[in-house]
C-alpha cells in the first residue's frame, strides 16, 4: 500500500518526517508547517490545526520477503473464501437438483393416474351410451302382440332410475 501526502502528492518513504493532525490527516511535516503558519487549519478538512498539537508518524515497511508471505497469505484465504462459497453453492444446487427430480417424479404418477382416469371416463361413456340404447328401447312402446320384454330389463331400468313406458 502507498500513502501520498496531499499536500505535495509524493508516496511517504519509510525515513520521511511524517505528522498527523489532531483530526487525523497525516502530511510531510516540510510540506505542513508551512500550511500551518498560513492558514492555522488542516489541509484536507480544514479543521483547527496548531504545531503544538501535530503527533509525529513512524513508518515502518516490510521487507519484500515478509511483504510477499502476507500477500500469498492473503491470496490463500481469499481463495478459501471462494472455494467455501462455491462449495455452498454446489450443495444448494444439489438440493435444488434432488427437489426438481421429486417434482417430476410427482407430475409423472400423477399424469399415470390422469391417463387412468381417462381411461375410465371413456370406459363410463361407452357403458352409459349402452344403457342409454336400452333406455331407447324400453321406453318405446310394445307393439301389440309382441313378446313381452324380459323382467331383467325392467329391473334394470329401475335400479338406473330410468323407468319404462311401457309397463
Known sequence: MNLVCSICSEIYEPHDDVNITA????????????????????????????????????????????ASCTTDRTREHILQQQIDELKIKTHEQQNSLKH???????????QHQNNMMRD????????????RGRRCILQTPQKPGAKPRPPCTHEICRNLNLGTNAA
Open 23 to 66: 483530526c487525523g490527516h497525516m502530511f510531510h511535516r516540510a510540506c505542513l508547517l508551512p500550511w500551518i503558519e498560513r492558514s492555522a487549519t488542516c489541509p484536507h478538512c480544514r479543521s483547527s490545526c496548531t504545531e503544538a498539537r501535530l503527533t509525529k508518524v513512524y513508518l515502518n515497511t516490510a521487507t519484500d520477503q515478509t
Open 100 to 110: 426438481l427430480e421429486k417434482t417430476v417424479l410427482d407430475i409423472s404418477a400423477i
Open 120 to 131: 375410465d371416463l371413456k370406459k363410463l361413456k361407452e357403458d352409459l351410451e349402452r344403457v
